[in-house]
């Protein structure tokens, strides 16, 4: 029989020196759906929201055309379970929390202000994103770590 543990030692960017030889902890996890038709409809009807949710490289794709509205539903499934995983959102502002993708097409958070300020007050260090999408729904697992405190 085996026993999951909520800390492990840490070599990647929580490491010895950043930790002072403390093990890295899970803080939170959040997991959001969102139904893509539901939200494609919301962007048609009300097109405004796609600025007010999405940074301009959220919105667009690396060479500027437009981003499908299945791939904004992940991007706003990632947001909110980011807010999950905090807890409590009042105060915090959407473009804060941003879905960046690497040149392979990785997907993982950029935390600035209101957003890292709330994840700093919970011991909040790093941030895990996946996302995906299919059959007519978009998911988004988010899972936040930091030093675990004695």
């Not at 939170?28 to 009300?46: L, P």
């Amino acid at each position: 029989m085996s026993i999951s543990r909520a800390t492990w030692p840490s070599r990647s960017l929580l490491n010895d020196e950043f930790t002072g030889g403390l093990p890295a902890s899970v803080i939170g996890i959040g997991v959001d759906i969102v139904d893509t038709e539901r939200f494609a409809a919301v962007v048609a009807r009300t097109p405004r929201i796609v600025t007010r949710l999405f940074t301009d490289s959220e919105s667009h794709t690396g060479d500027g055309a437009d981003r499908s509205p299945i791939s904004l539903a992940a991007r706003f499934a990632a947001k909110e379970a980011v807010a999950k995983v905090l807890g409590d959102t009042q105060g915090l502002e959407w473009h804060h929390c941003e879905v960046v993708t690497d040149s392979l097409g990785k997907p993982s958070l950029r935390i600035t202000g209101t957003i890292a300020e709330a994840a700093r007050a919970r011991g909040i260090d790093s941030w895990h994103l996946s996302l995906s999408h299919d059959g007519g729904h978009a998911i988004a697992f988010v899972v936040a770590d930091g030093v675990a405190h004695a």
